[in-house]
T-cell receptor, first 114, second 114 residues
Framework: DQQVKQNSPSLSVQEGRISILNCDYT??????FLWYKKYPAEGPTFLIS?????DKNEDGRFTVFLNKSAKHLSLHIVPSQPGDSAVYFC?????????????FGKGTLLTVNP | KAGVTQTPRYLIKTRGQQVTLSCSPI?????VSWYQQTPGQGLQFLFE???????NKGNFPGRFSGRQFSNSRSEMNVSTLELGDSALYLC?????????????FGSGTQLSVL
């Protein structure tokens, strides 16, 4: 039973345009959501996060939107750059402190074409 | 500050053997988590250690075990290897068990079981 789903295995976008990566979840107990980016042969690196008490968080070119009623979140990258080409993982967590177990989606490969 | 260091980078083993992977967290980080990444399942949580104690455990068989030393370094052991254990094993660290800290990942150990 996959609690965090990224239904698009891949996405191709033109440089300068907007990239929208989507993520759906089933566990209503998730209270914190994160996006990680992963380049080949490297570990995932943290990109941006959002608490369940918010519906939007912005950091430079990256914005995450959370729709709790739909159990859906999305990552917007504007404008997209070739260096953004990577696998993007959506992750969610129930509780904090000693219960810090992240549940990841399977990832979306983003390709930004020059 | 050095990042999370995992050794070895690559490993090739045969079925039935056992393997030990090592992880050195970022200096000052006391929590170490382990994740398994496979193409079919994405990233899955194995366990988390803090102050030499296992704090949280994922849904993996008992063949997967770990430990943490007093200097926060951690090892993960897999016994009686199976073909399906072939994966990228990622280690991540965080400073404490408090708050919404993000995880810092190492580059992983790529394990191939033949």
């Amino acid at each position: 039973d996959q609690q965090v789903k990224q239904n698009s295995p891949s996405l191709s976008v033109q440089e300068g345009r907007i990239s929208i990566l989507n993520c759906d979840y089933t566990n209503s107990m998730f209270d914190y959501f994160l996006w990680y980016k992963k380049y080949p042969a490297e570990g995932p690196t943290f990109l941006i996060s959002i608490s369940s008490i918010k519906d939007k968080n912005e950091d430079g070119r990256f914005t995450v939107f959370l729709n709790k009623s739909a159990k859906h979140l999305s990552l917007h990258i504007v404008p997209s750059q070739p260096g953004d080409s990577a696998v993007y993982f959506c992750a969610a967590r129930v509780g904090g402190g000693s219960n810090y177990k992240l549940t990841f989606g399977k990832g979306t490969l983003l390709t930004v074409n020059p | 500050k050095a990042g999370v260091t995992q050794t070895p980078r690559y490993l090739i083993k045969t079925r039935g053997q056992q393997v030990t992977l090592s992880c050195s967290p970022i200096s000052g980080h006391r929590s170490v988590s382990w994740y398994q990444q496979t193409p079919g399942q994405g990233l899955q949580f194995l366990f988390e250690y803090f102050s030499e104690t296992q704090r949280n455990k994922g849904n993996f068989p008992g063949r997967f075990s770990g430990r943490q030393f007093s200097n926060s370094r951690s090892e993960m052991n897999v016994s009686t290897l199976e073909l399906g254990d072939s994966a990228l094993y990622l280690c991540a660290s965080r400073q404490t068990l408090q708050g919404d800290e993000k995880l810092f990942f190492g580059s992983g150990t790529q394990l191939s079981v033949l």
